[in-house]
């Protein structure tokens, strides 16, 4: 009687514990499960939505500053100089550092970018001039008629569109001031956490471990351990790169003589923050100044930005970097894209931070998951 419920408890075992496809659908309809469950019930948690959305903007903006400023307070801290103090000689920096960039910085930039502001709509109508003047060349009317489409209406459905665009944004103005009051109020917020972050940052992993089974924290550890890693050194690694094609591109400008070379290095540096589709974003403006100017600024303005992307990609990139992040270029722009559709900007900004997150939360909970099961244990036949 034992060794038939032994076999039972045996075949039961190898067709459904032990089965790779039954565990798969068994834990897919638990997550259906919860879905479903979620979207009966999902009122439940609008409070927390709502505490969510209040709080991650300055959560964000507190955990960028914390990543770059946490290392000179350890090593301050390191040199004997008490952590509180060493957090007040922090601050006493930054205030200096943003006194000098407002009274000698700013001035300059908000000159330039009302220049570039009032001198758009010249550029654009130039820019159109240059477009209508090639579009009626003898060249461009062949390709036209071989190719049964009309440049002209191109230029009309663009104009409709961009016009289209500028009313929708004017429009938006009611909620484009709320976002930029809620931004502000955030960026305002941002020491006082970041000062309490500073100070007991290192207490914190202990505290979600003390929450903990025993046996859950080591293992726990280890994974908050790599996120932590992986976090801080994409933030400062993509900052000081940032920073870096910022200040290659203004010497580069200001070597060829582009106009609103500080504005659009600064506009380079804050795009760069989005790997691979931030460039192409940033060197737009700079392209269309170019063109306007002449087809020789043109020419050199693309010299300057491959001499750029060069030293950022070769040399800048590896040694800051390194390859903490391994992720593939092509999922990375998936990512991106992705995280632009579902979250807009936040989502662009965050995604790879995001994505290397989940990917150490995924690689850790399979490798659990792999050894509680035993269902990639490799069989051994014996003779």
Do not use: C
Not at 166 to 179: E, I, R
Not at 210 to 216: C, E, H, I, S
Not at 326 to 349: C, D, E, K, S
Not at 350 to 374: C, D, E, M, N
């Amino acid at each position: 009687m034992q060794d038939l419920q032994r076999n039972k408890q045996g075949k039961f075992s190898k067709f459904f514990l032990n089965n790779k496809f039954v565990i798969a659908m068994l834990i897919l309809f638990i997550i259906g499960l919860n879905i479903l469950v979620y979207s009966r019930v999902s009122f439940i948690f609008t409070p927390i939505v709502v505490i969510v959305k209040t709080v991650i903007l300055p959560i964000i903006l507190t955990g960028i500053v914390y990543y770059l400023t946490v290392p000179i307070v350890n090593y301050l801290e390191k040199k004997r100089i008490k952590r509180i103090y060493s957090i007040i000689v922090l601050y006493l920096v930054i205030i200096g550092l943003l006194t000098i960039l407002i009274s000698s910085v700013i001035p300059v930039l908000k000159e330039q970018t009302l220049s570039l502001i009032d001198n758009s709509t010249e550029y654009f109508e130039q820019g159109i001039e240059m477009v209508q003047s090639i579009t009626g060349s003898n060249i461009v009317n062949q390709i036209q008629q071989s190719g049964n489409f009309d440049f002209n209406q191109i230029l009309n459905e663009l104009q409709t569109r961009g016009t289209s665009m500028l009313n929708n944004l004017f429009s938006n103005l009611t909620s484009f001031v709320g976002a930029v009051t809620e931004v502000i109020i955030s960026i305002v917020t941002v020491p006082f956490i970041l000062f309490y972050l500073l100070k007991d940052g290192k207490k914190l992993p202990v505290y979600i471990l003390k929450l903990l089974p025993v046996r859950f924290r080591s293992q726990t550890y280890e994974v908050m351990s790599e996120m932590n890693h992986q976090i801080s050194s994409y933030i400062r690694g993509q900052i000081i790169v940032s920073f870096v094609i910022g200040v290659l591109l203004y010497i580069g400008y200001l070597i060829i003589g582009l106009d609103y070379a500080p504005v659009l290095a600064v506009i380079a540096a804050f795009t760069s923050v989005v790997p691979y589709l931030g460039p192409a974003i940033a060197i737009t403006p700079a392209i269309i100044i170019a063109i306007v100017t002449s087809p020789f600024m043109l020419l050199k303005l693309i010299v300057v930005w491959t001499v750029v992307q060069l030293v950022e990609g070769k040399l800048i990139t590896p040694q800051i970097m390194g390859r903490n992040i391994r992720v593939h270029p092509i999922t990375i722009i998936f990512v991106i894209l992705t995280a632009g559709n579902l979250f807009g900007v936040v989502g662009v900004i965050l995604a790879v931070p995001g994505y290397a997150i989940l990917k150490v939360i995924v690689t850790h909970t399979f490798h659990w998951f792999k050894k509680r099961s035993h269902l990639y244990d490799e069989q051994t036949n014996t003779n």
